[in-house]
């Protein structure tokens, strides 16, 4: 047991982190709409990645707006400036916001001002972010069916001082009024710590129990 | 040889003669033996006469001697029988001494075997409490270090414990200083709030006496307007009568004037005329009279109407004014539902503490917060030293328990010391005793000794004894310093218990402590829980986060593709359009003829615009095709390699885009390296050239290790460059 706890760890710097979990991002949004079915199950393809099956939407249009989304959120992650990542699913009839995935992420701020790096086994990272991927997997248990068309959209909770591209504007957090929450794994970079949390409005079946 | 005449007497110091003397115990005549001594010397003449006296009486003394000599030989048989018996005697007690003695030597050996033994014994019973001291004496030191840490934490604990103290004090004060001025505030809205009913009150008295004021007004111009109704419609009614009338007078004035013109003509009677010229003055005067009266009455009319118009606006005011009642009831329920409201949020911020107005809850959101997140981090910090100390806890409760159990076993191994000390030491004082025995023994053989003719044996028996008595004295000095060594031990053992008492009780405050310390932390988990609800919940504080989405979203550009779409659609409407009329202008020639130039006038418009465009799209082409060869000289001359980029398609379908890079201090062209670039992450390809050792090596390093394709291809640029220039 000795042996396997001293493993062989991997110098992760700033730049390696940030397109860590910029790809997470990626690839957790990506898991959610097809999981909560806001676009159909024929504009996904299966690819590998984090040693599971993972579905990818190839619809060109949410595909070019994904790459943008984080490649904007990998600056920002290497600025230290991000603290939060936030998908919005809402009813396209009502605009009514319906569930709120909430990836919260906490900078080591002594890397992004020294630009040292850390150590950590990709194999733990890895088996970190795979831990979530599969409970967003299995969030369709207890999450309420989305019966109506749904579309979605990111927040992103910076800093004040943050540089603001003019594709990004200022927006409103987009709350749900007395939500459930239920808190996800996380996984930490040792640079950046993200935790994972959806929020969700209470279905009426719920509310009448 | 018995002498015929007894010579004098000779001391034995003689030469001539060589008496043997002995000494022997226990006889008190000493015998002297007189022997035939050899040949003297020829002696001188006066030594010649007094042997010849001597020979004289030699027989006489020769009896005498003879029986003096045979008396003193049955003494000196008698005491040499005595000694022979007391020789004997003695040597039996000297066989049994010296059997004791070799007794006792056996006895001594063994003692000093086991002394040896003890020694050795106590040797290493030395050095293992040695050994252990010293790992006492370690752990000493090193839960004095651990103390002098745990008292150090202590203090900073303390330290934080005093200024979170004087923090929260300070808090109080400033929650005090706000809650007096929320008070003051409160008491201030109050007041307003009287004032403003108050006012309000006043307001509705006032509204209510101006309606009633502006009813009675109004009834009165009702009243007025109705009279005035009725006199205007009297005074049209007059005035209609008038203008007849004044009509009529006119008619008259101008047959009158005729008349007078007729009558001027004519020369009659100035009497009748002038009669007539009054007359007629005054039906003018009465006319003007009424014509002035017309005019009273059309200014009537005016007032009349002027009235009306008056009535009306008072009308207006009036329902404004019953709208505004009606609006005032409204506005008097939506201020009891604020009034309400504001009690209801006055109650709320009074129960938030810090808070004096709404603008404040915002600040405190904030504050709480940064309190939240800093209280997050504390408690990650208390955590993290709750578990060091826990982990010093449990150290230091193992080194307890060690040192107890290491100071049992000293405890142990003193006692069994001390027990062999005793036992040393009686056997010890059994050995003086014996010694002492022997050292009777001893004085008393050499006594006897002294007295009779036993030789040899005592001295060996001295130095025996000697030697016994300086290994004794070794004995003693080893057991003082073996006492010495116990008490020192004792010191040392009751040092240590003092220091683990001390230890103990330190251990039992930590524990203390560390309870307290739970309980705080069970405490801060629940609020911290409460807190991240509140956070995942999506709550932020505006102060420090801005929260941002992108202008460039989905339905946006599902609006432009749709639109897109839509104008594409009615261009190929229009193209269809444009064909069929076409034909049609090519089917029919005149009846078209307006038309098709019209639009033929249009469609050289479009081609015109369709070639400025695709002249455009080709200047642009080759614009980019000039910048982009520039941009990939200049990248290779400065960078060193060549870039070749293309699009590929994984077997899953997914685009990526591959670079070939080769260098331009390559030696030939398959040194090249294969990368491949898909959405912001580069990933080297395994190739020919890559998998060989060199390159696998510096790719294993300055790619996998320390994940930097920049460091691997300058690397490689300058090895190869090397290879060029040098070898």
Redo the contacts between chains.
């Keep these: 047991m000795a042996s396997k706890t001293a493993a062989a760890k991997?110098?992760?710097?700033l730049?390696?982190s940030a397109?860590i979990v910029?790809?997470f991002f990626?690839y957790a949004a990506n898991s959610i709409l097809y999981n909560r079915a806001v676009y159909p199950e024929e504009s996904f393809?299966?690819?590998k990645k984090y040693g599971l099956p993972m579905l990818?939407i190839?619809d060109e249009?949410?595909k070019s707006?994904m790459?943008?989304?984080?490649?904007q959120i990998?600056e920002w992650l290497e600025a230290g400036k991000l603290?939060?990542v936030?998908l919005v699913i809402m009813s396209k009839a009502t605009g009514e916001v319906l569930e709120?995935w909430?990836f919260?992420i906490e900078t080591d701020t002594e890397v992004v001002e020294k630009g040292v790096p850390r150590e950590k086994s990709d194999k733990e990272i890895m088996r970190e972010i795979q831990a979530i991927m599969r409970q967003v997997a299995s969030s369709v248990t207890y999450l309420p069916c989305l019966d109506e068309t749904c579309?979605f959209?990111?927040?992103?909770?910076?800093?004040?001082d943050?540089a603001?591209p003019?594709?990004?504007?200022?927006?409103?957090?987009?709350?749900?009024a007395n939500?459930q929450?239920v808190?996800l794994h996380g996984f930490d970079t040792k640079i950046h710590k993200v935790d994972t949390?959806v929020?969700y409005k209470n279905d009426e079946w719920d509310e009448e129990e | 040889m018995i002498l015929r005449s007894p010579p004098p007497k000779r001391l034995k110091s003689d030469a001539g003669g060589s008496p043997i003397s002995a000494n022997a115990s226990g006889s008190g005549n000493q015998l002297v033996i007189y022997e035939d001594s050899p040949l003297p010397a020829p002696a001188p003449l006066q030594t010649s006469n007094d042997q010849s006296d001597q020979h004289l009486c030699t027989y006489q003394c020769r009896q005498m001697v003879k029986a003096d000599v045979l008396d003193a030989f049955s003494k000196a048989e008698k005491q040499v029988q005595e000694y022979q018996t007391q020789l004997q005697t003695l040597n039996a007690n000297f066989s049994e001494a010296d059997a004791e003695r070799k007794q006792l030597r056996d006895n001594l050996l063994y003692s000093k075997q086991e002394l040896a033994a003890a020694k050795g014994r106590e040797k290493m019973l030395q050095e293992q409490l040695l050994t252990e001291i010293n790992n006492s004496q370690e752990r000493y030191t090193k839960e004095l270090q651990s103390c002098h840490e745990l008292e150090v934490k202590l203090q900073n604990e303390m330290n934080l414990r005093k200024k979170a103290e004087s923090s929260a004090a300070t808090a109080e004060e400033k929650a005090k200083l706000l809650e007096d001025k929320l008070t003051q505030l409160s008491g201030s809205v109050d007041r307003e709030k009287k004032r403003l009913n108050n006012d309000i009150a006043q307001l509705g008295k006032e509204a209510k006496l101006s309606v009633s004021r502006i009813g009675a007004d109004l009834e009165r111009m009702q009243c007025r307007a109705q009279n005035a109704e009725t006199e205007s419609n009297l005074l049209r009614s007059q005035l209609e009568h008038l203008k007849l009338k004044f009509d009529e007078c006119l008619q008259e004035k101008t047959e009158v004037d005729k008349k007078l013109s007729s009558f001027t003509s004519q020369t009659a009677s100035s009497s009748d005329n002038s009669v007539l010229i009054k007359h007629l003055q005054e039906e003018v005067k009465s006319y003007e009279a009424e014509v002035r009266e017309a005019r009273k009455l059309k200014s009537r009319h005016v007032d009349a109407e002027l009235l009306k118009v008056k009535l009306l606006e008072e009308n207006s005011r009036r329902e404004r004014a019953e709208s505004e009642l009606s609006k005032m009831h409204e506005l008097q329920l939506s201020m009891e539902m604020l009034n309400n409201e504001l009690s209801s949020w006055k109650s709320l911020l009074n129960d938030i503490p810090g808070v004096s107005c709404p603008d404040d809850i915002v600040m405190k959101v904030s504050t709480l917060q940064n309190e939240v997140v800093q209280s997050s981090m504390k408690i990650e910090e208390a955590n993290t030293r709750f578990k060091q100390l826990e982990v010093a806890l449990e150290a230091t409760q193992l080194g307890r328990q060690s040192a107890e159990t290491e100071a049992a076993l000293a405890k142990e191994k003193s006692e069994a010391l001390k027990t062999d000390v005793k036992r040393i030491e009686v056997m010890l004082s059994l050995v003086t005793e014996e010694k002492e025995q022997l050292k009777a023994v001893v004085n008393e053989l050499r006594k006897s000794t002294s007295e009779g003719s036993v030789p040899g044996a005592g001295a060996t028996d001295g130095t025996l004894i000697q030697e016994f008595e300086s290994s004794l004295a070794k004995k003693e000095n080893y057991l003082k310093d073996l006492e010495n060594d116990l008490s020192q031990l004792k010191d040392v053992n009751n040092r240590l218990r003092s220091e683990i008492e001390l230890l103990n009780e330190k251990l039992v405050d930590e524990a203390r402590r560390n309870k307290s310390l739970e309980r705080d932390s069970d405490r801060l988990r629940s609020e911290i829980s409460l807190l991240?609800?509140k956070?995942?919940?999506?709550?932020?504080s505006a102060?420090?986060?801005?929260?941002?989405?992108?202008?460039?979203?989905?339905?946006v550009?599902?609006e432009a593709?749709q639109t897109i779409e839509a104008l594409q659609a009615e261009l190929q409407k229009a193209k269809e359009r444009l064909q069929a009329v076409e034909e049609l202008k090519n089917q029919s020639g005149d009846a078209g003829k307006l038309v098709d130039s019209h639009i033929t006038g249009k469609i050289a418009q479009l081609k015109e615009q369709i070639a400025t465009l695709e002249k455009r799209e080709e200047r642009y082409k080759t614009v980019f095709a000039d910048r982009i060869s520039v941009f990939r000289r200049a990248c290779c001359e400065l960078f060193g390699y060549k870039i070749v980029m293309d699009e590929h398609q994984r077997p899953?379908?997914?685009p990526v885009t591959r670079f070939t890079l080769q260098s331009i201090y390559a030696q030939n062209d398959d040194e090249k390296l294969e990368f491949e670039y898909e959405?912001?992450?580069t990933s080297i390809l395994n190739n020919g050239y890559a998998s060989q050792g060199e390159i696998a090596k510096q790719i294993e390093i300055f790619i996998r290790?320390?994940?930097s394709i920049p460091a691997f291809t300058a690397n490689l640029t300058m090895e190869s460059f090397n290879r060029r220039t040098l070898y």
């Design positions: 991997d110098i992760i710097t730049h390696g397109a910029s790809e990626c393809v299966k690819v990818l190839e249009s949410v707006f790459s943008n989304l984080t490649s990998s603290q939060r936030v709120r909430n919260r579309v959209d990111v927040l992103a909770y910076t800093d004040t943050v603001v003019f594709t990004w504007v200022d927006s409103d957090p987009k709350l749900i939500p929450m808190k949390l929020s | 991240e609800s956070l995942g919940h999506g709550d932020y102060a420090n986060t801005r929260v941002l989405r992108m202008v460039n979203t989905l339905g550009e599902n593709k899953n379908g997914i959405s912001g992450n290790k320390f994940n």
